[in-house]
């Protein structure tokens, strides 16, 4: 097959840092060879089809949760319910996904495919095959990797790679400044030309107040989201860890909530201010959750994500698990009776930016997505080189894996804690993510791409170190017996993992 054309190396644009407004990449559309002459139709013999039949099939942006056939035809979804087996071509595929749960194919914005440059973590091929195989069909990846990803030239090198190696849609984002350095503008019409879905400087935060007032103002021209990691490096210093009982208890540099709730006020306030949309990413502490359901119900346009790490795990996993379990643990949704996963105290995979916070913290997080504040689930998936992260807690990087295990969790914590019916957690892993980036996937409407995650509510399994598709085994979730399981996941009406 011959490779779609894109920006080659030897092109000006790999050396321009900006380009014009207008540029646009020179992308091949993908075309049916067979249907060149007559337009697509399902009369057309090199169709591509596949009837899911007999699943529950949910789908929060149309408010339908029923059991019934999903036809897929040319990576489009063609038909749902009754109609769908009538149309199906003949030869076309089937598959039997009866007792299964059939949902738009979920939705990441926030992973860390650290491509380019830090590639020994993580690539774009590696880390597609893991949202494959978590049931993810789209990420969304953040600006923060070596170089940062801040011009055009970089927004077409992802885009080229994830065409040649990825198994499921990969949107990046851009940086708000250059080099994530806090201190210019990125050219943020170009990135927006390029292609991003949305600018942050993810990992860092923007600290220049007017800085950030000046980027929220040039987006709105361009309708692009502006994501935001909330951290004030004045008050955060050099933590590396929560501050509270337990960071004081092990001796270790306090991260304290207050970090984190001063940039989420600043971020309402400008947001108030300007009239553009800021996206708090990775909410952990009460305070910030406080903030944004209150602003919201004044109608700021501002909202908020949370990772499964939040809404499952608090600070004492640092102490090593048995003084986990034998308190906070007690707010895990853990299947069955079976013995509890075992960690030593200073575990790295339990470190993270922004820091696993207390019981109390997490029990705001969890009233934050049941209530809608937070309307997003993330996964945060920060890949590390196991020599990173054995080392001392105080130096390893932050940052932990979380694409195969984010449905699990989030099906723990929400659907089987009886906290939330199933079809709002898939709505906060689908339509609500799509409507940030203004995508038109994230549902199964007739027409939509056909993107679809098919999985086992029920399903307890023991997630593995050795199964990860991902490059890193960063993973605080290892050995723990997890409920609910993605069984197919389908991109564009090909079924990409199984
Ligand atoms: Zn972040």
New binding site residues.
Partial sequence: MERVKGIEPSHEAWKASVLPLNYTRNRAQPTNPACVVNPPSLACAAVSSLLLKGGRVIDPANSRDETADVLLVDGRVAAIGADALGQAPEGGAVEDVSGKVVCPGLIDI?VHFREPGQTAKENIETGAAAAARGGFTTVVC?PNTSPAIDNPGTVALIQDSAERSAKVNVLTTGAITKGIAGEELAPIGSLKSAGVVAITD??HCVQDNDLMRRALEYTAMFNLPVMD?CQDYSLVGSGVMHEGYWNSTLGLPGWPSAGEEMIVARNILLAEKTGAHIHC??MSAAGSIRLLREAKSRGVPISGEACPHHFTLTDATIAGSEKFWAEDGKGVNYPGDGERPAWPEFDTNFKM??PLRSAADREAVIEGIVDGTLEIISS?HAPHCDYEKEVEFANAPFGITGLENQLAVALMQFYHSGRMPLADVIDRLTVAPARLIRSDRGTLSVGAPADVTVFDPDAEWVFRREDTASKATNNPFYDWTLKGRPVMTIVGGEIVWQ
């Fill in positions: 926030h953040m993810d990992g990691h990413q990775h930016n922004p945060d």
